[in-house]
């Protein structure tokens, strides 16, 4: 890509910056990849893995670890929205057709050894406190080592896959937009003794959004999203403040009735949603440093795949010169805005966790009668169909149609008991 010592330093090892960085070297660039972090480690996370981003993992080559280390894929999925019960198994996409909630210490490491084993060199525990510049364009990284030895690293490219508090985004003084204020805090823990049926299950109530999903070690992830302006509240007493919580959420803390929690309760005020600039001269951004949503759809870890594989074609695709590689960033960015913008306003209207009004209960107890659109709703929820296709009020109604109307009319009359969609679950 140039005389550079690299063609590419990517800050950042986990989800956005290993795959980038994997995706990179195999092409045959030369790729420096830097965390502050020593792997394998944790982190604060959604957990889920959508479809499509278990479809890029088993592409890479990098699920089947995953899956020897015992990470258990969820292959339907339950909603109890507010009382109105959808069901459906998860939509394929090729032989994929399960979501994974992989311990973070096992996906992030997985990532960082196929970096590793595809030619990047990875240097762990390096912090990065600046970035070198010439003639206004960034032509490296400026850091230091567990021991404080200040080092200068040159590159062609810099990425800045450093999460949501990003320092090369800071750097470059990448300009964010499409930002709304935080509206809820997030708090999850590790349950023992949860039977879950190998299903991923979400749930509704105003105020709240919960999910209980299974992970790696026969544990379970249980997580909530709650309106922010609780959090002081919350925070005096976690654990009374998680059951309380779950006791709102449908059958899920009958669920938890003799189960355990394992290891401390994360919990989390810091829940940004916003749209950043992702490129300028001899800089990217990728992942969480380029966008970041609220938890509450769990779109995070596929966002950050999705992300890394389109940024690292543009890369490869423009070759050694400057021009084309600053179209191709440019283009990529409109792609990501375009692929994003259902899902981002969508995450940020359900992180309001309003109550469902009578006109979207009605829609979903159709949605919810139908198996065919049961399957809908979940392929959209998951990313594995466009958002808008179901997962908005004009979509739902085009979805049904006019017969759907009628019987969402009805449900208006009489709402009746809550119903369960979705095809019969699959034998065992």
Not at 335 to 345: I, Q
Not at 350 to 365: G, I
Request: charged share 20%; proline share 6%; aromatic share 6%.
């Amino acid at each position: 890509m140039g005389s550079s010592a690299y063609d590419v330093i990517v800050v950042g090892a986990r989800v956005a910056g290993a795959a980038t960085a994997m995706l990179m070297a195999r092409a045959g660039l030369r790729v420096l990849l830097l965390d502050r972090a020593r792997f394998p480690s944790d982190a604060v996370s959604s957990h889920q893995v959508q479809v499509p981003g278990v479809a890029l993992l088993e592409q890479w080559g990098v699920l089947a670890p995953l899956l020897a280390a015992g990470t258990p894929p969820a292959h339907r999925a339950e909603f109890d929205l507010d009382g109105v019960l959808l069901a459906a198994d998860f939509p394929s996409l090729g032989t994929v057709g399960a979501v994974c909630s992989p311990r973070r210490y096992l996906l992030d490491a997985a990532l960082v050894e196929a970096a590793r084993a595809a030619g990047a060199e990875v240097r762990e525990g390096f912090t990065v406190t600046g970035l070198q510049r010439s003639g206004g364009r960034v032509v490296g990284v400026v850091g230091h080592g567990r021991s404080g030895a200040a080092a200068r690293e040159d590159a062609a490219l810099v990425v800045g896959a450093d999460g949501k508090h990003s320092t090369v985004a800071a750097l470059v003084g990448a300009r964010s937009y499409r930002t709304r204020s935080p509206q809820t805090f997030a708090s999850y823990a590790y349950w023992s003794g949860v039977d879950l049926g190998g299903t991923a299950r979400l749930y509704t109530r105003p105020g709240l959004a919960a999910a209980a999903f299974p992970t790696n070690d026969g544990l379970s992830v249980v997580f909530l999203s709650q309106p922010r302006q609780g959090f002081e509240q919350y925070r005096r007493d976690v654990r009374a403040g998680l059951a309380a919580a779950a006791s709102r959420a449908g059958d899920l803390g009958e669920r938890l009735r003799g189960a355990r929690i394992v290891e401390r309760i994360r919990t989390t005020p810091d829940l940004p949603h916003r749209l950043t600039t992702p490129c300028g001269p001899g800089w990217a951004l990728a992942g969480d440093a380029a966008a970041v949503m609220d938890p509450v759809t769990a779109q995070g870890i596929t966002h950050a795949l999705r992300d890394a594989d389109r940024l690292a074609r543009a890369v490869i695709g423009a070759g050694h010169d400057r021009d084309r590689l600053a179209a191709a960033l440019r283009s990529a960015w409109r792609d990501r805005d375009r692929a994003l913008r259902g899902v981002f306003d969508g995450t940020a209207r359900l992180a309001a966790l309003a109550p469902l009004n009578r006109a979207q209960r009605a829609l979903l107890s159709v949605v919810a009668d139908d198996p065919d659109r049961a399957a809908a709703f979940v392929a959209a929820f998951t990313g594995t169909a466009p958002w808008q296709d179901s997962m908005t009020p004009w979509g739902a109604v085009r979805g049904i149609g006019a017969t759907g109307l009628i019987r969402a009319a009805g449900h208006l009359r009489d709402p009746g008991p809550p119903r369960v969609g979705g095809p019969r679950r699959r034998a065992s």
